[in-house]
């Protein structure tokens, strides 16, 4: 049997991390244990003996195919000089095996080893923009254009601050080095938003995922989970475990049983994931005593999730926190998400929703960040202000502008919930 996802997902980090430390190169560790994890597939599907342990055979593989090409190069280095003399005796020249060995014993320490390579990738001498392109692409799995989509740039940028990332690590620390457990604690904050960023990505694009296994949402809360084992009392960390909670806790009424995508008031709360709920709560309980980013977003959560229906959920308190939450870290979709907080608790205050120039002020500040935000701003801002066209009365003028949508999303359940509220049939 060739080795499942599943496996797959839990072996590549400890792969890369034993790679790292053996070869000191992290762009190393990642070529060769990519050529290990080909021969594994081939190895099984030719017939070969049954791999027991993926993780060990694969690393044993790369670091034979490391000090192959090692000796080869070695090889090739010392020769050069010599092409031109005939007399030279190759045979003569000796072969060393380089094996630059991690010498901080980590798992002594239990570290997870997705932590490890978290720790590594956010370090000090690579921008912070660079530090979550590199994290985010070697440690999270994700692809640049999806790396790209999250930071608001181009796939070419992104493709650029990777290489460059890749570059100052080598240049400021040589060999694969995982940081100590002080040095780790300054980089803290970095790795938390790369651990919430491959979250949203998976928010944001899977709303239904087929395949439990490649589960990029589920991976981030066992990343989630491992940091919370080793920073139990950081408010910022259980926040961002109780947002990855609430969040897979929601995600079984985003979408009908047709799969097409929900609006907020559409979901049948009887779906949600009690389990994952009750923990996510205790998460947010245990950070409230925090004022930071995520303790604030995990309280936010908190108030969705607990709400008994759409129409009693605390809104204005919600506005207030995500006023809070801009102050603190200003995004554009913090800004489209006040915005909409902002105009559902003037509505639940309206007599009549279908007033004329009720949410003036807040469609005027939806319609600038749809057309100079980033592209995933951009499309935030877009489906709210149909929606809010929709809940006013003004069906018309949202059906088309469900219309465009349809044409430019890219996740297949929110395209056919466009495609439903534009009135057409999906295709």
Request: contains cysteine; glycine residues 8%.
């Given at each position: 049997?060739?080795?499942g996802t599943g496996?797959?997902?839990?072996?590549?980090?400890?792969?890369?991390?034993?790679?790292?430390?053996?070869?000191g190169s992290l762009?190393d560790?990642?070529e060769?244990?990519?050529?290990?994890?080909a021969?594994a597939?081939?190895?099984?599907?030719?017939?070969?003996?049954?791999?027991e342990?993926y993780?060990?055979?694969c690393?044993?593989?790369?670091?034979?195919?490391?000090?192959?090409?090692?000796?080869r190069?070695?090889?090739?280095?010392?020769l050069?000089?010599?092409?031109?003399r005939?007399?030279?005796?190759?045979s003569?020249?000796?072969?060393?095996?380089r094996?630059?060995?991690d010498?901080?014993?980590?798992?002594?320490?239990g570290?997870?080893?997705?932590?490890?390579l978290?720790?590594?990738?956010?370090?000090?001498a690579?921008?912070?923009a660079?530090?979550?392109?590199?994290a985010?692409?070697?440690?999270?799995?994700l692809?640049?254009?999806?790396?790209?989509?999250?930071?608001?740039?181009?796939?070419g940028?992104a493709?650029?601050?990777?290489?460059r990332?890749?570059r100052?690590?080598?240049?400021?620390?040589?060999a694969f080095?995982v940081?100590d457990a002080t040095?780790?604690?300054r980089?803290l904050?970095?790795?938390?938003?790369?651990v919430?960023?491959?979250?949203?990505?998976?928010?944001?694009t899977?709303?239904?995922?087929g395949?439990?296994?490649?589960d990029?949402?589920?991976q981030?809360l066992?990343?989630a989970?491992?940091?919370?084992?080793?920073?139990?009392d950081?408010?910022?960390?259980?926040g961002?475990r109780?947002?990855?909670r609430l969040?897979?806790?929601?995600?079984?009424?985003?979408?009908?049983?047709d799969?097409?995508?929900?609006?907020?008031?559409?979901v049948?709360?009887?779906?949600w994931d009690?389990?994952l709920?009750?923990?996510g709560?205790d998460d947010?309980?245990a950070?409230a005593?925090?004022?930071?980013r995520?303790a604030i977003e995990?309280?936010?959560?908190?108030?969705?999730?607990?709400a008994?229906?759409?129409e009693?959920?605390?809104w204005?308190r919600?506005?207030?926190?995500?006023g809070?939450l801009?102050?603190?870290?200003?995004s554009?979709?913090?800004?489209?998400?006040?915005?909409?907080?902002?105009?559902?608790?003037?509505l639940?205050?309206?007599?009549?929703?279908?007033?004329?120039?009720?949410?003036?002020?807040?469609e005027r500040?939806?319609?600038s960040?749809?057309?100079h935000?980033?592209?995933?701003?951009?499309?935030?801002?877009?489906l709210?202000?149909?929606?809010l066209?929709?809940?006013?009365?003004?069906r018309e003028h949202?059906?088309?502008r469900?219309?465009d949508?349809?044409?430019?999303?890219?996740?297949?359940?929110?395209?056919?919930?466009c495609l439903r509220?534009?009135g057409?049939?999906?295709?």
């Amino acid at each position: 049997m060739i080795p499942g996802t599943g496996e797959f997902e839990e072996a590549w980090p400890r792969i890369v991390r034993a790679l790292a430390s053996f070869t000191g190169s992290l762009d190393d560790a990642e070529e060769y244990a990519a050529e290990a994890v080909a021969r594994a597939a081939a190895h099984e599907r030719d017939g070969g003996r049954a791999i027991e342990s993926y993780a060990a055979w694969c690393t044993s593989v790369a670091k034979r195919a490391w000090l192959d090409d090692a000796r080869r190069r070695t090889v090739e280095r010392r020769l050069a000089p010599e092409l031109a003399r005939p007399d030279t005796d190759h045979s003569s020249l000796p072969v060393t095996d380089r094996t630059a060995m991690d010498a901080d014993d980590l798992s002594r320490e239990g570290l997870d080893d997705r932590l490890a390579l978290l720790f590594v990738a956010c370090d000090e001498a690579i921008s912070p923009a660079s530090r979550m392109v590199l994290a985010l692409r070697v440690v999270c799995g994700l692809t640049v254009p999806e790396i790209a989509g999250h930071l608001g740039v181009q796939d070419g940028a992104a493709a650029a601050r990777l290489t460059r990332a890749k570059r100052a690590l080598s240049e400021a620390r040589g060999a694969f080095h995982v940081p100590d457990a002080t040095e780790r604690a300054r980089r803290l904050p970095v790795v938390i938003a790369c651990v919430s960023g491959m979250f949203t990505v998976a928010h944001r694009t899977v709303l239904d995922p087929g395949d439990a296994l490649a589960d990029t949402g589920r991976q981030a809360l066992s990343i989630a989970d491992a940091l919370v084992a080793a920073y139990p009392d950081d408010t910022e960390v259980r926040g961002l475990r109780a947002v990855i909670r609430l969040g897979l806790a929601r995600r079984p009424g985003r979408v009908d049983t047709d799969g097409t995508g929900l609006a907020l008031d559409e979901v049948d709360r009887s779906r949600w994931d009690t389990g994952l709920l009750t923990a996510g709560l205790d998460d947010a309980t245990a950070a409230a005593s925090g004022d930071g980013r995520f303790a604030i977003e995990a309280a936010i959560a908190g108030l969705h999730s607990s709400a008994p229906s759409f129409e009693r959920t605390e809104w204005p308190r919600i506005v207030q926190l995500y006023g809070a939450l801009e102050d603190r870290w200003p995004s554009p979709s913090v800004r489209v998400a006040r915005l909409v907080a902002t105009a559902h608790a003037r509505l639940a205050d309206e007599p009549d929703p279908t007033t004329p120039g009720a949410l003036d002020d807040i469609e005027r500040e939806l319609a600038s960040i749809e057309t100079h935000g980033p592209a995933y701003a951009s499309r935030d801002a877009g489906l709210a202000l149909a929606d809010l066209e929709w809940r006013t009365g003004r069906r018309e003028h949202a059906a088309g502008r469900y219309r465009d949508l349809a044409e430019v999303v890219a996740v297949e359940p929110l395209r056919r919930f466009c495609l439903r509220r534009a009135g057409l049939t999906p295709r």
